[in-house]
């Protein structure tokens, strides 16, 4: 039990239970780096404007920097009774500075601190977030460039429906990654705001210099409302429904390794190294790695909806309900970064089964709208061509054959237009070769694409920015 800010008002002691009840240090230690950097500048500051002297701002950095390099090196004492990684590094500071140590929190609050220090958490994360996102849009364009002839069934319902590029299966994913790492950089313009010196919520009657503050910490901007500053968290929100579009993107490409490394597909083989066995079954070769990732999506929109249920009607400004933040907002940046992590290191490790995906994309009557698209050219109506092609389907289908099996007399029978040179029509290379609208599967678009992707890549990789 040690003494409390706010003795002078209160009779009685904090009970043990209450104590433990309220604390937070064990969630918010990991922005102690932050939160001492706020301090430096902040004293700083204070120093600028006259409410300290440079000397006593030049004791308090100093002892702040000291306790920092005791934070690093693991040797701090952390209790209960202290509540916050704030109440702790200002009660270190008295002991190693002494006397002094009462003026750091001059015109400052608890409630624009811990802003400051999410924001300055958040900032970091999310430029890492960034990072890690061009790192995997880089693995997924050079297995689009290793796979530029390679096809496979595209499908819709799940149903094979019509070849496709597997370098353009995987530039899909490069585009649902590239607006991920766009939403998170539109984000951090609203993070990277400047909440310090709101103080507690209505501001402060000292001459601070909020703009100095925030040159100091490199914001470019401060919080323009004190109460907004206190009770704004959107900049959390934002960051974790950004991260809940990316986990959905991740989970669907998880999904397709799943499926394609089953006996059922066949379209994969994951590494050794980054598969799984099982302790009954020999034979299994498990891909733990894809589930799990998928099984974590559950959990980061867990994260975002708990904040969005913690924030939902609370009344201005600060309230003690927003120290529950940054459990979820901790759990979300540390399951997106290990997530991401391992897809970047997994990815590349898959073994494409070429000539199976080819096969795959061979069978199935995936050629039909090539077949209809051959009578519209032969002056056929595309519905009328859709209607004679369900039938050669439903013909070949009782026969056991694909369309192009057929013998050009049997194709006839539908219609007399039909003529030698659709069996050409109807091979892999032509359907994908004649998909040449923007954006899609032709050798020629995918190519262009993966060309621009790695120019992309070789600056921020982000269009906005
Ligand atoms: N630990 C608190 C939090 O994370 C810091 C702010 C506390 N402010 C207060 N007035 N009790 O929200």
New binding site residues.
């Given amino acids: 039990m040690s003494e409390k800010p706010w003795d002078g008002r209160f009779s009685d002691r904090t009970d043990t239970s209450v104590e433990a009840f309220t604390s937070?240090i064990q969630t918010?230690k990991r922005l102690y780096p932050y939160d001492i950097e706020g301090s430096v500048a902040h004293c700083r500051m204070l120093a600028k404007v006259g409410v300290i002297t440079h000397e006593e701002a030049g004791e308090l950095a100093e002892g702040l920097w000291r306790i920092k390099r005791e934070l690093d090196q693991g040797n701090f004492k952390f209790s209960d009774s202290l509540?916050?990684i704030?109440m702790h590094i200002e009660a270190r500071l008295l002991q190693e500075v002494g006397k002094v140590a009462q003026k750091l929190h001059t015109a400052r609050?608890?409630?624009d601190?811990?802003a400051l220090d999410a924001r300055m958490f958040l900032r970091d994360a999310t430029g890492q977030t960034i990072g890690r996102l061009q790192d995997l849009r880089k693995v997924l364009v050079a297995l689009a460039e290793q796979h530029t002839d390679t096809v496979l069934p595209g499908y819709t319902h799940l149903q094979r429906a019509q070849p496709v590029l597997l370098a353009h299966h995987f530039m899909a994913y490069y585009e649902m990654f590239s607006r991920d790492a766009e939403r998170f950089a539109d984000s951090l313009k609203r993070t990277n705001v400047m909440p310090l010196g709101a103080a507690a919520l209505a501001g402060t009657t000292y001459p601070i210099d909020r703009a100095y503050t925030a040159e100091l910490l490199n914001f470019p901007a401060i919080c323009a409302n004190s109460m907004d500053a206190v009770g704004d968290r959107d900049f959390m929100l934002e960051f974790l429904a950004a991260a809940s579009i990316c986990m959905v993107h991740l989970s669907r490409l998880c999904e397709e390794l799943v499926l394609w490394s089953s006996a059922e597909f066949r379209f994969i083989e994951l590494a050794d190294a980054f598969a799984t066995g099982s302790s009954i079954m020999p034979q299994k070769k498990n891909p733990d790695i894809p589930e799990l990732i998928r099984g974590k999506t559950g959990r980061v929109f867990g994260d975002l909806v708990a904040l969005l249920t913690l924030m939902k009607s609370l009344p201005m400004a600060?309230n003690?309900d927003?120290?529950e933040?940054?459990p979820p907002l901790f759990d979300a940046v540390d399951t997106l970064s290990a997530c991401l992590d391992i897809m970047i290191k997994m990815l590349p490790t898959i073994q494409v089964k070429i000539q199976t995906m080819r096969q795959a994309a061979s069978v199935g009557f995936l050629n039909a709208t090539d077949m209809a698209d051959y009578l519209v050219g032969q002056g056929v109506a595309f519905r009328a061509a859709h209607g004679i092609v369900g039938q050669a389907v439903a013909y070949a289908l009782s026969q056991g054959k694909e369309l192009n099996e057929l013998s050009l007399e049997e194709l006839k029978k539908f219609s007399k237009v039909i003529q030698e040179d659709l069996f050409e029509r109807l091979t892999l290379e032509q359907i994908i070769a004649r998909r040449q609208s923007a954006g899609g599967t032709s050798q020629e678009n995918v190519r262009a694409a993966v060309a621009a992707a790695k120019e992309g890549l070789a600056g921020t990789g982000i269009a906005s920015t």
């Fill in positions: 937070s918010d509540e916050d704030h609050s608890r409630n601190q811990v600060y003690r927003m120290q933040d940054k």
